[in-house]
């Protein structure tokens, strides 16, 4: 328990601190259900009511229980907020972000509370003690990001696809080494808020499955319910349910919840001639859009269509001069979920203007022209915009329901109106529309049921949509097959991958569902096969495309390809059958800059111009001369081609350019590029990236070199190989950093209630997890031939890309894994104290050593080691244990020893005590110091 913490706030001060408003009665309610661990299965409020709010609930139910014991909490220590739609994950995540800024930079009052109760959970030996709530993006596949540590307070943003293939160990963007993590981050310890239920049925029934065939029990590693997730779904559309939390009376009678629960929302209803030309059905949405607007005060007009090509028809109608002289030139905006972070941000800039937008809540007396929003079903969900007008295209009834909630949705515009626009499908005697299958049919129905006066307007407020005036839903999303015991082992087995393994997504998203796109990312130095991409890819820049259209759009541009492993190598993409790229499900592909494929809206494969690299900006330049050609396009180059070539370390004769050398030539390139940005990059943030930059080149093996930015913000994994034992500040002594991770693994296990027999297994672990670096080639290894005070080296100061010829002349096996005699010498330390711990003890011991890399689970495979002359040494407590350090032999005791603490501990419970020693070696090895 955390002692001299301030006093919990009540959740109403906590609200009002946050929002400037009081709460609604309905989120006071669920803040008193919740306060003890009782959240509902199903949260069924009407949009516009404020349903994101859960999240604050979350956060400030976690604060309410941080001055109890850790193992009488029920509180989860992470909240994850899981919803389909890309751009809606970045809209709850920027909501999210400002709650931990508050929280962060609180020094008083209600928000100072909680945030030092939050803080105090996580101030068991963390760098990051300080950081109340840590706030994480996870999409698109390329999301490497995570909790800094089990006890960390944590909310993370995430689409279904990232955030199922997690629990299944087989995270989308995770590297192999890092599945076991990320699976125990997501399924332990965690709250998973659904947004829109029916988007995560197949998600909500894996978590049965799951549960039902995971070994262990509920609280075998964590108390109070924690070893499993507490899953809740959020709803507008309403499904019945025995735990369903909904509005009562008092919300009823509340003047701001009446107001918006029954305004008016005129919907007029329009029928035109089957086609399936989006030219065609875009004239009708646009005439629809000029008869709302024309001759009418400037005001906001949303339309929503149900594909990025009928989006970029309206656009392209809308901007013709018939149609800017009719409506006197308004602002046309497009958003839909193929545009990148930037240029997204840029379209989201002006809809949330404060006097030109459309956000909800703002004042709109001095706008002086219309804005109309083009949008695809991204914006459908959880947006927080407020339309006078709304032009639909046909869809389904959940996709009805939260396109109205955008109209209207504080009940204060004035003459508020819709238009539902059916346009069949002109193929077969049951047409089905792209996304909503045969439903629109269905809705039209109903809607003309609706019209009892025949007026072809009908009212679809909130309170009418709760009276079924659309009826029940009928989309459907299909069936996902049952999970077996076998499947999920051969998943749990993450260092042990098998070709042709069953895929994760059906499990999470349906039999019925498309798959998972690619991730499309642009950069100027498009890396060689086996290189390391430099930066790792990242969600803010890259776009998800449906396979078959991405196989289609990059045909022309397949030399100008790479796929991305999820370790960060780059591999040729092949090309099959006419001419089209060879691509799978989940991958991600770098496309170099100048192949095109996007414009100001986004995606689309007609375009030429060279697109920015994203990566440039946040991280640094690129020392190689065909990078800065690309950045470059047509233009000449800043500077010429030796000096590059010698910044790079990489003269045509494969000579080393001396370092006075590579800092001359790494001078000569700041002083030409600065103040001649390339082409599609914006003055200002080009001055800022160079005025930024670190003059002394990076040099590393397998990445290209580089300038890189003093303040990038590095997603460094201090577990990626052996060889980050090595480019530390300073050297580090082996005996010193096995006690540092020791105290910081005890006290993750602390903070979030493990017992202490157990807890007292993982700080052993953590402190000889390293010891099979005493081995001397490893020693030989890591001092790069120098002579060194510390007696033994767990971390080195050698440059990275030194670290290969050093390896080679140490004699330590390319593959080695020092883990393995580890656990060898721990092993043998144990066959001669029996009665220290008990066998399970003894396994789990073993075994969270040998997998403190990913690695053995379930065995850590052997390489050719020719150069052993001798035993490897370490003394524990004043026992001298000696193995032998051959690397070429196999421990065949480990699956063994993996298979039962799998069953013993559970799969998802056995991966979090590994996250609890590796994430304190982490740290450890991040700072330095025990604080």
Not at 317 to 332: A, C, E, F, Q, W
Not at 683 to 710: C, F, H, K, T
Not at 840 to 856: K, Y
Request: charged content about 25%.
């Amino acid at each position: 328990m955390a002692h001299d913490l301030p006093p919990c706030p009540e959740f109403d001060g906590f609200y009002r601190a946050v929002n400037g408003r009081d709460p609604f009665p309905w989120q006071s309610r669920l803040a008193g259900q919740v306060r003890s661990g009782d959240w509902p299965s199903l949260i069924g409020i009407p949009t516009g009511l404020g349903k994101t709010s859960c999240l604050e609930v979350a956060v400030w139910a976690l604060a309410a229980q941080a001055d109890l014991e850790p193992e009488n909490r029920t509180a989860p220590t992470r909240v994850w907020w899981v919803v389909n739609r890309r751009l809606l994950v970045d809209d709850t995540f920027r909501g999210a972000e400002r709650l931990g800024e508050l929280l962060m930079k609180a020094t008083e009052g209600d928000l100072y509370q909680v945030a030092e109760r939050l803080r105090s959970l996580s101030s068991h030996g963390s760098v990051l003690a300080s950081m109340p709530l840590q706030v994480i993006r996870l999409r698109g596949g390329v999301g490497v990001d995570r909790p800094n540590n089990p006890a960390q307070p944590a909310v993370i943003c995430t689409t279904i696809p990232m955030y199922g293939s997690r629990v299944l160990f087989r995270g989308y963007g995770s590297s192999r080494s890092t599945r076991p993590i990320d699976a125990a981050l997501a399924y332990t310890d965690s709250l998973v808020i659904c947004d829109e239920a029916h988007l995560a049925r197949h998600l909500v029934e894996l978590f049965k499955q799951l549960a039902e065939l995971d070994g262990g029990t509920d609280g075998s590693v964590l108390p109070g319910g924690r070893s499993r997730p507490k899953v809740v779904t959020l709803t507008a559309t309403g499904d019945p349910d025995v735990n369903r939390f909904d509005l009562d009376g008092e919300d009823l009678a509340h003047e701001v919840v009446r107001k918006r629960y029954f305004t008016r929302k005129p919907v007029k209803l329009v029928s035109a001639p089957p086609t399936e030309a989006h030219r065609t059905i875009a004239n009708h949405l646009v005439e629809e859009v000029s008869t709302l607007l024309v001759d009418k005060p400037a005001s906001s007009c949303l339309v929503f269509v149900n594909t990025p090509a009928t989006a970029r028809a309206v656009v392209h109608r809308l901007k013709s001069p018939v149609y800017r002289k009719r409506m006197s030139d308004p602002t046309i905006v497009m958003l839909t979920g193929r545009m990148r972070e930037r240029e997204a941000d840029v379209v989201r800039k002006r809809v949330l203007d404060t006097k030109q937008g459309m956000r909800a809540g703002d004042g709109r007396g001095d706008r002086d022209r219309h804005l109309i929003v083009v949008a695809t079903q991204t914006l459908e969900v959880g947006a927080d915009l407020d339309a006078q007008h709304l032009v639909t295209e046909a869809c389904g009834v959940r996709a009805l329901t939260q396109r109205l909630g955008r109209l209207n949705r504080l009940g204060e515009h004035e003459d508020p109106l819709g238009a539902y626009v059916h346009v069949p499908p002109a193929k077969g005697e049951n047409p089905r529309w792209p996304v909503y299958g045969e439903e629109p049919n269905l809705v039209f129905e109903r809607l003309l049921a609706a019209d009892s006066e025949n007026s072809s307007i009908v009212d679809l407020s909130p309170a009418q949509l709760d009276h079924g005036v659309l009826g029940v839903p009928g989309d459907h999303t299909g069936r996902a097959p049952s999970l077996s015991l076998g499947l999920l082992h051969e998943w749990v087995q993450s260092s042990a991958e098998t070709p042709g393994e069953a895929p994760v997504e059906p499990f999470f998203s349906g039999l019925s569902e498309l798959p998972p796109g690619v991730q499309i990312v642009w950069r100027a130095h498009l890396p060689g096969p086996g290189m390391r991409l430099w930066p790792p890819a990242r969600a803010q820049e890259a776009i998800e495309i449906p396979i078959g259209e991405a196989r289609e759009g990059l045909s022309d541009v397949t030399a100008l390809l790479r796929r991305v492993t999820p370790d960060g190598i780059a591999e040729t993409v092949e090309v099959g059958d006419g001419g089209k790229p060879i691509l799978h499900p989940g991958w991600t592909i770098v496309a170099e800059s100048n192949a095109g494929k996007m414009d100001e809206y986004g995606w689309n494969p007609e375009a030429s111009d060279p697109v920015v690299d994203l990566s440039v900006l946040s991280h640094g330049l690129p020392l190689d001369i065909d990078a800065i050609r690309v950045l470059y396009s047509s233009r000449e180059l800043p500077t010429d081609r030796e000096t590059i070539l010698n910044a790079a370390n990489e003269r045509d004769d494969g000579e080393p350019v001396n370092s006075w050398d590579r800092q001359e030539a790494a001078d000569r390139i700041l002083a030409a590029v600065a103040g001649d940005p390339p082409p599609g990059y914006d003055p200002d943030e080009w001055e800022a990236m160079i005025a930024d930059l670190n003059s002394v080149p990076r040099l590393a093996r397998s990445e290209v070199s580089r300038l890189q930015r003093r303040t990038r913000n590095p997603s460094v994994q201090f577990d990626a190989s052996d060889e980050l034992s090595a480019g530390q500040k300073r050297p580090v002594g082996l005996s010193q950093h096995g006690v540092e991770t020791g105290v910081f693994a005890e006290g993750y296990a602390g903070a979030i209630g493990i017992n202490r027999k157990m807890a007292d297994v993982l700080g052993h672990a953590a402190q000889w997890h390293d010891i099979g670096k005493a081995d001397a080639r490893f020693q030989d290894w890591l001092r790069a031939g120098e002579r060194l005070d510390i007696n033994l080296l767990a971390k080195s100061d050698t440059p990275q890309h030194q670290w290969e010829r050093y390896r080679a002349r140490a004699g330590w096996p390319r593959g080695g894994r020092h883990e393995a005699l580890s656990g060898r010498l721990v092993s043998a330390w144990l066959t001669g104290i029996p009665n220290r711990f008990t066998t399970d003890e003894a396994d789990l011991l073993v075994h969270l050593i040998v997998s403190h890399h990913g690695h053995g689970r379930p065995v850590i495979v052997p390489v050719e080691d020719s150069t052993v002359t001798h035993m490897v040494r370490w003394g524990f407590n004043g026992d001298d244990i000696a193995v032998d350090a051959d690397l070429s032999s196999t421990d065949w005791e480990q699956p063994r020893r993996f298979a039962h603490l799998n069953r013993l501990h559970g799969c998802w419970g056995l991966a979090l005590l590994e996250t609890i020693v590796r994430q304190a070696d982490w740290t450890s090895s991040g700072s330095g110091e025990v604080r």
